[in-house]
């Protein structure tokens, strides 16, 4: 039943069929039961299984659904260049970024406008008796962050030990036995 698709099929647009469309988008978005999807794309109840796993198996809405879900990835998923900048973020993180000196002495500034705001893991503030307001910043630790950028781009060599050792077991052989004459 494996058709190829015509050139002219798009899969990034919807199907001509209303209700298939219907059906996709449904199936995609409830995890992918196809009983379901049928129903809220407008099938009975009674043929909902039926017509759902019939319609899902339709090249045109395997192409469809495959779109989508690479969709879905692209929009959802990080990109090399993404994951390698956030990383690199953490890795350059500094206090120095974030405390100013004060009339009264050093104090935080931390908000929207903020720089590397990636590299910072955790804010919290505690009042002391005196009614001073302390605020701690804990940075994410740069060494995980450059460990798996070098891990990424291959830096590090991996050693493998390798045994060269070659067991080497004699064998006599066996010559003085009698050879069976041919009977011709």
């Not at 804010?123 to 994410?140: C, E």
Request: net charge negative; hydrophobic share 35%.
């Amino acid at each position: 039943m494996n058709k190829e698709l015509p050139k002219d099929f798009d899969p990034s647009k919807p199907l001509d069929n209303a209700k298939h469309e219907r059906l996709v988008i449904a199936y995609f978005q409830n995890g992918g039961n196809a009983t379901r999807a049928a129903v809220e794309a407008g099938y009975t109840e009674k043929s909902a299984h039926n017509t759902g796993v019939r319609v899902i198996k339709d090249e045109y809405v395997c192409a469809r659904l495959s779109h989508l879900r690479e969709k879905e990835w692209e929009d959802n998923v990080m990109s090399i260049s993404e994951r390698r900048s956030r990383l690199s973020s953490m890795g350059r993180g500094d206090v120095a970024d974030y405390a100013e000196a004060g009339k009264d002495g050093t104090y935080l500034m931390y908000g929207p406008d903020s720089p590397n705001t990636q590299a910072v893991s955790e804010i919290s503030s505690v009042s002391t008796d005196q009614g001073a307001m302390i605020t701690k910043l804990k940075l994410r630790d740069p060494s995980k962050a450059i460990d798996t950028l070098n891990r990424m781009d291959g830096v590090y060599v991996e050693k493998h030990e390798v045994d060269t050792t070659v067991n080497v077991v004699e064998i006599p052989a066996q010559i003085d036995a009698p050879i069976a004459p041919d009977s011709d």
